[in-house]
C-alpha cells in the first residue's frame, strides 16, 4: 500500500509506537550504554510531541507528510541500530566501541533534524511546546557522544598490542581481564569460554559478509585473547591431553611426528593449512592464500583449474578441527619424546628436549599447559637442583621462564613446589646462568595485576635470595642489575623489613633513604636495624660515604627519646672508622652530642651513649683533632674535662655509665698537656679519679690508673699520701702484675712520676713484691711498659741507697739492663745505661781491694782483678759494668750519633775513671775505643752532649798515658771549642781549655797553642 494513502494520523500513531519502542529497547544495552540511554532519553522526549500533534489532529500537508515519513524512517534506523547490538558479543561489542558510539551519534543527529522538519511543518499547532520542541531538536542535531575513557583505554592498549605483536601470554591475560571486567564478565575460564565463542561466532559472520578487513581483525583479537590463562579450562584442558595421550600410545615411543593426510595440505602453498575454507567446487584452501589468489586477478580454481562462477568462500571446520587434533597429537608425541630424553640422565638429550620444549610453546601456547600437565615442569626443575652442567642449567631456568610467562596456573605450581628453593641459588652462579635465573625470578614474581604480593613475601623471608639479589645488583653485567634492583625496590615497598636484609648484604642506600626521607616509624625501624647488624670496618666507611651521618644528627636533635638513644647507638658505631670521625665533625655533630650530653634531666642511657662517641672520636691517639665546630674551628675543652669529671662523682653510677665518660677524658688529655694541668688543679681530677681505684670494675680501674699516670706529672704529692693509706699499694702492684698493656705501662709510669725522695714508699713497694713486678715487665711487657718500668727503677738504683741495688741486683735485673743496651728502643736503651751508671757509681765503695801478699806475679795469677777497679769484682757484689758486659753495649751507644744514648753512655762510662786514680779506667776506655768515638762527639753533638764528653775528657787526660795516644787528635778540635770562650759560651769554652791544658801540661812542646789562655 502507498504511503499517500494511509492516512497521516495512522502513520503518526505507528511513528509515536515505533519511538517508544526503540526508547525502551535502547536503555537495556550494555556496551556503549550512555549513549544508547542519551538516545532513549530524547526518543521519550520526542513522544510528547507526537502526543500533542495526534491531540491537534495534525495538517495533512505535503510538507508534514514528508517530515513524518523521515523522522519515522530514522526511528527505523535507530530501531535497528537497537537491534543490532542488543544480542552481540560482548566482547566484539566493546572492540567496536568507538565505531559503535559513531552510528548512535548520527542516527540521533538525523532523528533531530527530522524532528526539526516537522516542527516547522506544523509551526501552529506545536506553538504551546515550540519552546521545547526546539530545544530538542537543536540538542539532537548538536549531540556529540564519547566512548568511555577506560573503554578507549582498553581499545587503544588492545590496538596497540596487536601492531606492536605482542602475543605473549601476559599481555593476553591483561587484556582479556581488562575487557571481561569492562563488559561484565567474569574472568573464569567457562565464562570466558562462551563469550570467546561469541566472538568466533561474529568473525565467521564477518567472513561470510566478505568484509575482509574486519576478519583479520577479528582473528587477531581471538588469537590474542585465547592464549589468556582464563581462556582455558584446566580440567578440559587435562581431559584434552589425556585423550590426545591414549590415541599416540600406539605409536612406537620413539616415533616423533605424525606425517599429515593429503587433505590437510593447501593446493596453493603445499603446506598444512591453519584456516581452511571451501570452494563452490569443494576444493579447500588456506584462506590467506585463495583470497591473495582471488586478489591477484585469478577466477579459477587452484586444484582443477575449471573456471568459477562464484568466489564465495565458506569456513571448512571440520578439517579445521581435524588439522587442529592432528597437530595436538604430534604436540603430545615431542612432550612425550622430551620426557624421556629428560629422564635419560644425558646431558646432551636432556638440551635437545628443553630446545624442543621451547619449540613447543613457540608454537602453541596451550603446551605450556600440556607441559606441565605431563610432568615436564618437575622433571626439569629436579634436573635444576641435582645438575652440575652449566648449559644444562642455564637452559632449564630458560625454559621454565617460557613455561610460567603469562601462566598463573604454572607460576604457582612453580613457587609452591621445590621450584623456589632450585631457583634461588641459581642466582649466586656465574653470569649467564644468574642472568636466565633473575629474568625468571622477575617473571614469577608478576601476575595479572601486576606483582604477586604473596610471593614477593616469599622471596623476602629468604636471606640468601636477597644476597644474590645485592649481589647482581653490584655485577657487570646491566641486565642482570635492572631486573635485580626492580625486583628489590618492590620488595622494599611490600616488607620493609627486606630493607635491613639489603643492607646486611652490602646495599645501603634505600635503608639510608628511608632514614633520610621516610616517616618517623620508617626511620627508627631502620636504625634499629642497623644497630643490630654486626658491622665491619669496611661496612661503616661505605654507610659513612654513603650520607647516613647528618640524618641520624637530625634524628638526635629533633626525634623523640627513641629517636635519640637509637641514632646515638649507631653513630657509636660508625664512629668506630676514623673517615666517619671526620665526617661527623664537619657535620656538626659534637657540638650536638656535648649539647645534649650535658643538657638538663637527660636520660641516664642518652649520656651513656654521648659518652661513647666522645670515646670513639679521642681514640686511637686523635685526642681533640675531632673536637671541632662544622667549621672545624677547635671547642673550648676546658669545661668538657670539668663536665667529665664531674660525671665521676656519682659513686651510684654504674660502670657503663662512668667507663666511656672516663676513657673520652683519658683520650683527650692524653693528646693535650694543657687539659691535663686544667683536670688537676681546676677540676680536682686527682682527688676524684683516685677513689677509682677501689672500683669494683677492672676496666675503670684500668682507666683510672692511666688517668693518674697523666695527673701525677703534676700533683704527685697527692698520689703518693694516697698510696701509703692501707691496701692501697697493693692495688698499684696488682696493675704492675696485670698483663693488660695499658694499664700496667700507666702503674709503672705513675711510679716513675713520684717522687724518689719518698724511701718509705720505695721500702713498701720491695715488700709488696713491687720491685718484683716492674722486672718482670723488663721481660714480657709492651714497649712502653718496659720504658716506664725502666724509669721507675731509678727509685731502686740510687748510689746513696746501696740496699736497694743490691735487691735490684739480685733479682737479676742487671742482665736485662744490658738487654737492653743492645736491643730496646731509644728511651729504653738511654734509661737502662743510665742505671747501670747508678750501679757502677757504687762499685768502688763495694770493692775490696786485696792485701798483696807474697810475690805479686803469683798472686795475680792466682786472684783475677778489675782492670777498672783493680781488684774482685762481680755483678752481684760490686755492680761491675765490666764483670756485666755491659761496655761494649754502652759504646756501641756512642756510635750511633743519637744524642739521648750517647749523653747516657758518656755518664756512665765516667763511673770507671775514678778520681786520684784515672789511669784503669782510662785504660778500660781506650782498650775498648771509647776515646776516640768520645773526641768525635765534639764534632757533631748538641752542647749538653759535648759538655758531657768533656768532662770525661777531663778526667781520661789526667792520665799521660792517654795524652800521649789522643793528644794530638784531641788538640786540634779543642783549639777550635776553646775559642768559644771570647764569642759564644764562655762556661763551655774554658771547659774545653781546662782540658786542653791537661793535654798541654803532659806535651814535649811546653808551647801553648793559645797564647795568654793558661797566664
Request: aromatic share 6%; net charge negative; proline share 3%.
Amino acid at each position: 500500500m502507498a504511503m499517500e494513502l494511509i492516512p497521516i494520523g495512522t502513520i503518526l500513531a505507528v511513528v509515536t509506537n515505533q519511538v517508544m519502542k526503540t526508547a525502551q529497547a535502547a536503555k537495556d544495552i550494555v556496551i556503549e550504554k550512555d549513549s544508547f540511554k542519551v538516545l532513549s532519553k530524547y526518543l521519550f522526549d520526542i513522544e510528547p510531541v507526537l502526543k500533542e500533534l495526534q491531540l491537534k489532529k495534525l495538517n495533512d500537508s505535503q510538507a508534514a507528510r514528508h517530515a513524518l515519513e523521515a523522522l519515522e524512517a530514522d526511528v527505523k534506523k535507530a530501531n535497528n541500530l537497537v537491534e543490532k547490538y542488543k544480542n552481540r558479543a560482548r566482547f566484539y561489542l566493546l572492540v567496536k566501541c568507538r565505531h559503535i558510539v559513531h552510528e548512535v551519534q548520527e542516527v540521533t543527529r538525523d532523528i533531530g533534524r527530522s524532528l526539526a522538519a516537522l516542527s516547522i511543518a506544523n509551526t501552529e499547532l506545536l506553538s504551546g511546546i515550540s519552546d521545547e520542541v526546539n530545544r530538542l531538536q537543536d540538542e539532537m542535531q548538536r549531540v556529540e557522544f564519547e566512548t568511555s575513557h577506560s573503554q578507549l583505554q582498553i581499545v587503544d592498549k588492545l590496538n596497540q598490542g596487536l601492531r606492536d605483536q605482542k602475543l605473549d601470554q601476559g599481555f593476553a591475560n591483561d587484556m582479556l581481564e581488562e575487557i571481561a571486567r569492562a563488559v561484565g564478565v567474569p574472568v573464569e575460564p567457562s565464562e570466558i569460554s562462551k563469550e570467546l565463542a561469541s566472538f568466533r561466532k561474529e568473525k565467521e559472520e564477518a567472513a561470510n559478509r566478505k568484509e575482509r578487513a574486519e576478519v583479520f581483525f577479528l582473528e587477531q583479537v581471538i588469537e590474542l585473547l585465547s592464549r589468556a590463562d582464563a581462556a582455558r579450562d584446566h580440567e578440559e584442558m587435562q581431559k584434552q591431553y589425556l585423550q590426545r595421550i591414549q590415541v599416540i600410545e600406539r605409536y612406537d615411543a620413539r616415533e616423533e611426528c605424525i606425517p599429515p593426510l593429503n587433505p590437510f595440505i593447501c593446493p596453493i602453498t603445499r603446506t598444512v593449512m591453519i584456516d581452511p575454507v571451501s570452494l563452490c567446487t569443494g576444493t579447500t584452501c588456506e584462506r590467506a592464500a585463495i583470497e591473495a589468489w582471488f586478489d591477484g586477478g585469478k577466477r579459477t580454481d587452484p586444484e582443477t583449474g575449471e573456471m568459477l562462477e562464484d568466489t564465495s568462500l565458506r569456513s571448512n571446520l571440520p578439517l579445521r578441527q581435524s588439522i587442529e587434533e592432528w597437530r595436538e597429537l604430534n604436540y603430545c608425541l615431542k612432550i612425550r619424546v622430551c620426557k624421556a630424553k629428560l629422564l635419560s640422565g644425558s646431558d646432551s638429550s636432556m638440551e635437545e628436549a628443553l630446545s624442543q620444549m621451547q619449540d613447543l610453546m613457540r608454537e602453541n601456547s596451550i603446551n605450556k599447559d600440556w607441559i606441565s600437565i605431563g610432568g615436564l615442569t618437575d622433571i626439569i626443575i629436579s634436573v635444576l637442583g641435582n645438575s652440575r652442567n652449566r648449559e644444562v642449567k642455564r637452559k632449564i631456568l630458560i625454559t621454565l621462564k617460557d613455561i610460567v610467562e603469562g601462566h598463573t596456573r604454572n607460576k604457582e605450581k612453580v613457587i609452591e613446589n621445590q621450584g623456589w628453593d632450585h631457583i634461588v641459588p641459581c642466582l649466586g652462579r656465574d653470569s649467564s646462568i644468574s642472568k636466565a635465573t633473575v629474568e625468571l625470578l622477575f617473571e614469577l614474581l608478576q601476575d595479572r595485576s601486576g606483582w604477586n604480593v604473596s610471593a614477593c613475601r616469599k622471596l623476602s623471608h629468604q636471606c640468601s635470595g636477597i644476597l644474590f639479589l645485592v649481589t647482581l645488583l653490584k655485577g657487570p653485567v646491566r641486565e642482570s642489575a635492572e631486573y635485580a634492583e626492580k625486583i628489590l625496590n618492590k620488595l622494599f615497598d611490600i616488607d620493609e623489613e627486606t630493607i635491613p636484609r639489603a643492607a646486611k648484604s652490602g646495599w645501603y642506600k634505600p635503608l639510608i633513604d628511608r632514614i633520610t626521607q621516610g616517616p618517623e616509624s620508617s626511620k627508627i625501624s631502620m636504625v634499629r636495624a642497623l644497630v643490630n647488624m654486626e658491622l665491619v670496618d669496611s661496612d661503616l666507611k661505605l654507610l659513612g660515604g654513603e650520607g647516613i651521618i647528618p640524618p641520624l644528627l637530625e634524628m638526635v636533635a629533633s626525634g623523640n627519646i627513641e629517636s635519640k638513644e637509637l641514632s646515638l647507638s649507631i653513630l657509636v658505631k660508625l664512629c668506630g672508622c676514623h673517615a666517619n670521625k671526620e665526617l661527623l665533625a664537619a657535620s656538626g655533630g659534637v657540638p650536638l652530642v656535648l649539647k645534649l650530653m650535658f643538657s638538663p634531666h637527660v636520660r641516664t642511657l642518652i649520656i651513656v651513649r654521648c659518652s661513647e662517641i666522645l670515646e670513639k672520636l679521642s681514640s686511637d691517639d686523635d685526642g681533640i683533632k675531632f673536637f671541632v665546630n662544622e667549621k672545624g674551628v677547635q671547642l673550648e675543652l676546658e669545661q668538657l674535662i670539668v663536665d667529665l669529671l664531674a660525671l665521676q662523682q656519682n659513686t651510684n653510677s654504674s660502670h657503663n655509665f662512668r667507663r666511656p665518660a672516663l676513657r673520652a677524658l683519658l683520650g683527650i688529655c692524653k693528646s693535650e698537656a694543657a687539659l691535663v694541668k686544667t683536670a688537676v688543679l681546676t677540676a680536682n681530677g686527682v682527688s676524684l679519679v683516685l677513689p677509682l681505684l677501689d672500683d669494683s670494675n677492672s676496666e675503670v680501674q684500668e682507666i683510672a690508673i692511666s688517668l693518674l699516670f697523666l695527673f701525677s706529672q703534676h700533683e704527685p704529692q697527692g698520689v703518693v699520701e694516697y698510696l701509703l693509706k692501707p691496701k692501697r699499694l697493693e692495688a698499684l702492684v696488682g696493675f704492675l702484675e696485670n698483663d693488660k698493656g695499658d694499664a700496667q705501662l700507666a702503674a709503672a709510669g705513675l711510679l716513675a712520676n713520684l717522687p724518689k725522695s719518698e724511701i718509705s714508699l720505695t721500702k713498701k713497694l720491695i715488700e709488696l713484691e713491687g720491685l718484683n713486678a716492674l722486672i718482670n715487665i723488663l721481660r714480657s711487657g709492651t714497649t712502653g711498659a718496659k720504658e716506664n718500668a725502666l724509669s721507675a727503677l731509678f727509685r731502686f738504683t740510687d748510689p746513696a741507697d746501696p740496699e736497694s741495688q743490691r735487691i735490684v741486683v739480685e733479682q737479676e735485673a742487671y742482665p736485662l739492663l744490658v738487654n737492653f743496651l743492645r736491643s730496646g728502643s731509644v728511651t729504653a736503651k738511654a734509661r737502662a745505661a743510665a742505671l747501670i751508671g747508678n750501679l757502677s757509681a757504687s762499685t768502688p765503695k763495694l770493692v775490696d781491694v786485696p792485701e798483696q801478699t807474697g810475690c805479686w806475679c803469683f798472686w795475680r795469677s792466682r786472684v783475677p782483678l778489675c782492670s777498672a777497679h783493680g781488684a774482685i769484682c762481680s755483678v752481684n757484689t760490686t755492680f761491675c759494668l765490666l764483670e756485666a758486659n755491659a761496655l761494649p753495649h754502652l759504646v756501641k751507644l756512642l756510635q750511633g750519633e743519637v744524642d739521648a744514648t750517647a749523653f747516657e753512655a758518656i755518664q756512665t762510662l765516667s763511673t770507671l775513671v775514678q778520681e786520684g786514680c784515672p789511669h784503669k779506667g782510662a785504660n778500660v776506655l781506650h782498650e775498648a775505643d771509647a776515646i776516640k768515638l768520645i773526641l768525635e762527639i765534639l764534632t757533631w753533638g748538641t752542647d749538653s752532649l759535648k759538655e758531657e764528653a768533656l768532662g770525661l775528657l777531663e778526667k781520661v787526660f789526667h792520665s799521660r798515658e792517654m795524652v800521649e795516644i789522643y793528644g794530638a787528635k784531641a788538640r786540634y778540635i779543642l783549639v777550635g771549642l776553646s775559642g768559644r770562650n771570647v764569642h759564644e759560651d764562655g762556661h763551655f769554652g774554658r771547659k774545653a781549655a781546662r782540658v786542653l791544658s791537661l793535654i798541654e801540661r803532659y806535651s814535649r812542646s811546653s808551647t801553648s797553642l793559645l797564647p795568654g789562655i793558661f797566664t
